[in-house]
């Protein structure tokens, strides 16, 4: 079966879908994702000055009426805050802003980091505690992947594959061949990324143009790319984050307790190569 495919920069960087079937209906399907895509970010950008997570930074510790999309990608982000035991928090914005590596809007008085307790959600509304800043970059775009392929689905379209910059989930027949770019240069074949998703992050010591995401956290420090896989893609985004701040012994069980699967983890120094 043919795959019909688009390219558009979104997410900051460029997302490509790919979908199967007849032309027109796979064309209409793949504007629909991409529509899908377009409100997540409008949503849930930190760049933005008018996006909804940014009228809830600014909030103030008040009750902020916000839209289904931006609920459920927070309870998601408190849920995997919560449950990785802060690996992966939400909560850094206001270290994040400190550091020059996300804008301040006018957030006054934050502190450095939170926990999952300090997002209340409550009906249509959700809460920060005074001082915390949300960010969601961790898991939105994977969370982004997600909503274009069910955008597929409802379409009708039978198979396709969604690509944001590395956060990837392929669904029907499709095969995708997968490599990672490693820090040094050098590409590792993955193999193949059928009917689910995956998600790489690099984690390393100063920011890298090639590499724009930070990962912080009080992990011990290591270097690499690390790379998950999970059914969801907001999850193997997540994941990629809880991998590389766990102790290397923990890290494989921690990501598959968490609903994983740690795909060749970056070896780490002083540990010998398989």
Known sequence: MTLHARQKPLLGTFVDIAAAGERLTALRAIGLAFDAIETVHNALSFQSTTSELTRLNRAGGQWCEMSAVARRIIRLARGMTHASGGLFNATLGGELVRRGLLPDHGFGDVCNAGAAVDIGISGSCVRLSPGTVLSLDGIAKGFAVDSAVAALMRAGVPAGVINAGGDMRAFGHVV???????????????GGLQRGALASSARLPSPDSR????ILGAGPFASGVW???AA?????????KVASLAPAQDACALVEKLGGKLVMAPQREGEAAA
């Open 176 to 190: 995708v061949p997968v490599a990672r770019r490693e820090l040094d240069g050098s590409v590792t074949p993955l």
């Open 211 to 214: 590499y724009p995401g930070h």
């Open 227 to 229: 790379t998950v896989q």
């Open 232 to 240: 969801q893609c907001w999850r193997a985004d997540a994941l990629t």
